[in-house]
């Protein structure tokens, strides 16, 4: 190899080098930014709260608060979820969020099948007239018992009344949205989730 030939290879060399320092170091950096400083970004995409990481829920055995109904086979799995837990006669702040949930499944139009729409009963089961009428296909479950403790414990404990829960077809428990909130967001959130998800 000639003295040209070394220069040229040299040259080329140092290109290459040169591109990919361009490509790695905004890589490098933001990862540094991310993983090292424990800086994150102020804004997020997401209009409900994001529960990370997102908490494995307990296999659990519910009974329906309806004895004519059977009792589901495999709760929290194979579907979307989202989540009420709150006392079975439903005064007004139940009954709202119970309406922003059957809303927004409905709202998902052709995706709705893919969601359930599940009420953890913890006390006074239940205002069954109403239910049944206002809120067909909803799954009531008797969340009173010894069993449905480990099940409640893994669910935010503070604002439960004014609270959904979005529980993923794994099981995962992975987000709640305060239902005082533009409903809009919620139904935003979950489009944005079943776009990008090949389960449930």
């Not at 997401?46 to 004895?67: K, S, W």
């Not at 359930?116 to 913890?122: A, C, E, G, I, Y």
Request: aromatic share 8%; with cysteine.
């Amino acid at each position: 190899m000639n003295s040209a030939e070394k220069t040229l290879r040299a040259r080329n060399l140092r290109l290459l080098a040169l591109l990919a320092g361009f490509f790695f170091l905004p890589l490098a950096v933001a990862f540094w930014m991310y993983y090292g400083t424990g800086w994150r970004p102020l804004r997020t995409v997401n209009h409900g709260e994001l529960i990370a990481p997102a908490r494995p829920l307990p296999a659990v055995h519910l009974q329906p608060a309806d004895a004519t109904e059977a009792a589901p086979a495999e709760l929290f799995h194979h579907k979307w979820s989202l989540v009420y837990i709150g006392d079975g006669q439903c005064g007004d702040a139940c009954r709202n969020s119970l309406y922003v949930m059957r809303q927004t499944r409905l709202s998902l139009n052709n995706e709705m099948n893919r969601v359930d729409r599940v009420f953890l009963v913890t006390s006074q089961c239940c205002a069954r007239d109403f239910l049944a009428h206002e809120h067909p296909g909803l799954l009531v479950l008797d969340a009173t018992g010894v069993e449905a403790n480990s099940l409640l414990g893994a669910f935010p404990a503070d604002a439960r009344e004014q609270s959904l829960f979005v529980v993923d077809p794994l099981g995962n428990l992975m987000m709640r949205y305060d239902v005082r909130q533009n409903p809009q967001g919620l139904l935003q959130d979950l489009k944005k989730l079943l776009s990008l998800s090949h389960i449930g």
